[in-house]
């Protein structure tokens, strides 16, 4: 039988408690983000997303700045209003956080999963790309 010494059960401790730091700093920053984005609060957003983030919108086709996504707000504004959106972190590794997120507006409602690259506590890169046309499965 193999006893793991106090060096190893310590460095095991102190590697559990970084790990778990660092997946509740993801989860207030992914918390932070669709809170932000279902209240349109274009200061939140523009305080997740660092100056080079980079907004991709797979289906779309579309990558977006920093500045672009901001400015696309007023559009989305009058899309989300009524609406909300259900979030569940499904993988956070390495600084990249994997969601699947149901948008549920009055008029329809879409799954999708949207992956976000961090660093410092910031968005760095996010992708998002649709799941199904409905949340049933979420």
């Keep these: ?3 793991i010494g106090p ?11 970084f790990w778990s ?7 207030a920053v992914i918390e932070r983000w669709y809170t932000a984005l279902l209240n349109t609060d274009r200061a939140a957003l523009s ?3 660092t100056d080079e983030a980079r907004i991709s919108l797979t289906d779309l086709g579309v990558v977006q700045t ?13 899309a989300v209003a009524g609406g909300q959106i259900r979030h569940r972190i499904a993988k956070s590794e390495g600084g990249v956080v994997t969601v699947i ?16 690259a961090l660093t ?9 790309a649709a799941m199904a046309e409905t949340c049933d499965a979420y």
Excluded: H
């Excluded at 060096?7 to 408690?17: N, P, Q, S």
């Design 1 to 3: 039988m193999m006893l």
């Design 21 to 27: 730091v660092a997946a509740n700093a993801d989860e």
């Design 120 to 128: 410092d506590n910031r968005i760095t890169a996010t992708s998002q």
């Design 101 to 116: 997120a149901c948008y549920d507006f009055p008029a329809n409602d879409m799954l999708m999963q949207e992956t976000f």
């Design 47 to 49: 305080e997740l997303l």
């Design 66 to 78: 920093k500045q672009e996504f901001i400015a696309s707000m007023d559009e989305w504004e009058s």
């Design 7 to 17: 060096m190893r059960t310590g460095l095991l401790a102190a590697a559990l408690l």
